[in-house]
């Protein structure tokens, strides 16, 4: 059976990634979360197993098949996703046997041809009345040639192609094979597919040049532009109450249309503040992990409440403020007002008085969204001080709200990014609830530990006046020798 590591390996080798490091900044992810998979502490989700295969030049569904079996701990269970990958390599073998050997192996460097003296290939293969893409097996898998001429005998040797997107085709039988349908079923690989091909155009992932960086190109169209010219200052937002002087964060994610859930958050703390992008700390992290388990990777756009850093309390007459919340529903009116926008997520009680503000306006009653307000992310540290016990409390109390607002969500998002089964959370953070920032969110230049990692921004100093002027950033160990 596949193993992380092995897979990871079949992905570097098949693209010339020297490095983990690198190989997280293709995938998304975080350091971290590539050495546990290399370890076996943790699997690869089935987002970042079809990518992973796509690299490798495997097949997604038996890739999917191997890491949901490696993930499930009933042994039962397991067996069944066990039998059902080793069907999928089965049935490429059984369809068109082709095994490589070490001359002329494909850019995946798993398998190839056998070339005789006269030029020809020499390998065991299979010939039909048709021209269905040829599946190879291998140590790893299953992987795909395509347009090799079967006249004769004879196959001219074909290395992959540039791109992992060049010509992938939906997996698709020459005949009608019966009861095989139901496995296909079960991997929406077609979609996942189109996903990664959307994503490599978007630039939100690299697999041709592992050395690109994604990034976010910022406000560079209307009505976005006037918003970040002409924005409120410490006449709206008295500097008794907001850190006005570290300037206003405006938002992180989709301005392009696209997004399918807008996120409403509180404030920008000090990571924030130096980002230039809002939810960029844990709360952010924990909020990945609540869109990815609607499907949304990438389709979503995410403001604020409040445009500064909150210092202290805010007084009621400032939320009343006419001035303050009119041009929050500018926002609110370019992002949803004809848009494709399903659902909107308010994280704590101040968005969730933003999104009512909004609401009674005659935009927000035009508008018809599925909504749901939901405990702020990092409520639990929070309210608990320091104690454990009522850290595990809340966090299950969290983690009840979280479930309640997917079950009104998971109907409303009818178009995610990614194909999911609903997976309701436990009562206490899982692997995969946490997941890290996309560089495609953030300015460019940023490095990866900024989006990967966080507690590296700290308010320090002797008094209050201190804390509010100074933020210390430290590069977080393991990152310089």
Request: charged share 25%; with cysteine; hydrophobic share 40%.
């Given at each position: 059976?596949?193993?992380t590591?092995?897979?990871?390996a ?22 971290n ?15 970042h ?12 569904g ?62 065991l ?10 599946c190879?097996?291998?140590t790893?898998?299953?992987s ?6 079967t ?21 698709a ?50 009505p ?6 002409d ?6 937002y ?19 249309g ?7 958050g ?37 403001i ?31 992002l949803l007002?004809?848009s494709?926008?399903q ?12 999104w ?21 992310p ?37 178009h995610p ?24 969110d ?39 020798a």
């Amino acid at each position: 059976m596949l193993s992380t590591s092995d897979l990871m390996a079949a992905a570097k080798g098949a693209k010339g990634i020297t490095s983990n490091y690198r190989l997280a900044r293709v995938l998304d992810t975080s350091d971290n979360t590539l050495y546990r998979w290399k370890k076996g502490e943790s699997v690869p989700d089935d987002a970042h197993a079809v990518k992973l295969a796509h690299m490798a030049g495997l097949d997604p569904g038996y890739v999917v098949a191997a890491m949901r079996a490696l993930r499930e701990k009933d042994p039962e269970l397991r067996a069944v996703w066990e039998d059902m990958a080793n069907k999928l390599s089965a049935l490429a073998s059984i369809r068109r046997l082709n095994i490589g050997g070490p001359k002329g192996g494909g850019s995946d460097g798993i398998g190839g041809e056998f070339e005789d003296e006269a030029g020809s290939s020499g390998g065991l293969h299979s010939k039909s009345d048709d021209d269905a893409p040829l599946c190879v097996m291998s140590t790893y898998g299953l992987s795909r040639r395509t347009e090799q001429s079967t006249r004769n005998h004879t196959r001219p040797h074909r290395t992959a192609p540039a791109h992992p997107t060049a010509d992938l085709q939906p997996f698709a039988h020459p005949r009608p094979l019966g009861p095989i349908r139901p496995l296909e079923a079960a991997f929406p690989v077609t979609a996942l597919r189109a996903q990664y091909r959307r994503d490599a155009a978007f630039g939100a992932i690299s697999t041709e040049r592992p050395m690109t960086h994604a990034f976010d190109p910022g406000y560079i169209a209307e009505p976005f532009i006037g918003l970040c010219s002409d924005y409120p200052e410490a006449d709206v937002y008295p500097e008794d109450q907001f850190r006005v002087e570290w300037g206003p964060v405006f938002h992180r994610g989709r301005l392009d249309g696209s997004a399918r859930v807008l996120v409403i958050g509180q404030d920008p703390a000090q990571h924030e503040t130096i980002v230039r992008r809002i939810l960029v700390g844990e709360a952010g992290r924990r909020l990945q992990g609540l869109l990815a388990k609607l499907g949304v990777t990438r389709s979503y756009v995410c403001i604020n409440t409040w445009l500064y850093s909150v210092y202290g309390d805010v007084k009621s007459e400032t939320q009343h403020s006419a001035a303050l919340n009119d041009y929050r529903n500018r926002w609110l009116d370019a992002l949803l007002v004809g848009s494709q926008v399903q659902a909107v997520i308010a994280l704590g009680q101040a968005a969730d008085k933003a999104w009512a503000t909004w609401r009674a306006t005659p935009s927000g009653r035009q508008v018809q969204v599925a909504y749901a307000a939901v405990t702020h992310p990092t409520q639990p540290e929070s309210s608990s001080k320091g104690d454990k016990a009522k850290l595990a409390a809340a966090t299950a109390k969290l983690l009840q709200n979280w479930n309640a607002a997917l079950d009104v969500l998971w109907p409303a998002v009818t178009h995610p990014d990614v194909p999911i089964a609903p997976v309701a959370y436990g009562s206490t953070w899982a692997d995969g609830d946490r997941r890290a920032i996309p560089e495609s969110d953030l300015p460019a230049g940023l490095p990866a530990w900024m989006h990967e990692r966080d507690g590296w921004a700290v308010r320090v100093g002797a008094s209050e006046l201190a804390k509010r002027r100074d933020i210390t950033i430290t590069v977080p160990s393991g990152i310089v020798a």
